[in-house]
């Protein structure tokens, strides 16, 4: 007896998008704010998190750039290069030698079912999105560590005092940033310190 596969309708496609941007913003956003010693978790929300991805991708045109080619690229790959390599190398004597071809040839059988293809692809964007955020922070921690903090940004508080700072990031809630000459970021909380938040000229 076979049992169907229930399909996804609009609402489960949605309800699943909204747990995989959480989950994404969460772990991105911890990796990246850990690396500079700072436990993000506690200073940001669920709302937070669903945005952080888009907000980080909608922004910065060169990093939206550059995953949507590697995306693109490794979707070529599992969905078409990599049967045909497979199809190439399996009638070679040397690899016929190394590898059980028939249990390949399930495997790859299987893998070419198209109900694995979105899940596959979500898996590698996630890995994608992690691995530059990663890259993102150890980047920026080791140029603030080497070279002089400039600061690009001047934060107003309520008592009118001023303050020149290097953006790190920035939530709902908090302003994170480096003050010139220390190496520790500061989590300024918006709503009760800040009266403005301007840009620097460069």
Do not use: C
Not at 112 to 130: C, D, S
Request: no cysteine; hydrophobic share 45%.
């Amino acid at each position: 007896m076979k049992i169907k596969q229930k399909k996804l309708n609009l609402q489960d496609v949605f309800y699943i998008g909204y747990l995989y941007l959480i989950i994404l913003g969460i772990v991105s956003d911890a990796i990246f704010y850990g690396i500079f010693g700072v436990s993000y978790l506690n200073y940001t929300t669920i709302l937070d998190a669903l945005i952080s991805p888009i907000s980080l991708l909608i922004n910065n045109w060169k990093i939206s750039l550059f995953l949507g080619l590697m995306f693109w690229l490794m979707y070529l790959y599992f969905t078409r290069w990599m049967f045909k390599l497979y199809t190439y190398l399996r009638v070679k004597k040397w690899y016929q030698k190394l590898y059980n071809i028939e249990k390949w040839d399930k495997k790859y059988e299987e893998l070419g079912k198209k109900n694995k293809i979105i899940p596959g692809m979500m898996f590698i964007f996630f890995l994608l999105f992690i691995s530059m955020r990663t890259g993102m922070g150890i980047g920026m921690k080791h140029k603030y560590n080497t070279k002089e903090i400039i600061p690009n940004y001047t934060l107003v508080f309520k008592d009118n005092t001023r303050l020149d700072v290097r953006k790190v990031g920035q939530n709902s809630a908090y302003f994170f940033y480096f003050i010139p000459g220390e190496k520790v970021i500061t989590a300024t909380p918006i709503a009760d310190n800040l009266k403005q938040i301007k840009v620097l000229e460069k």
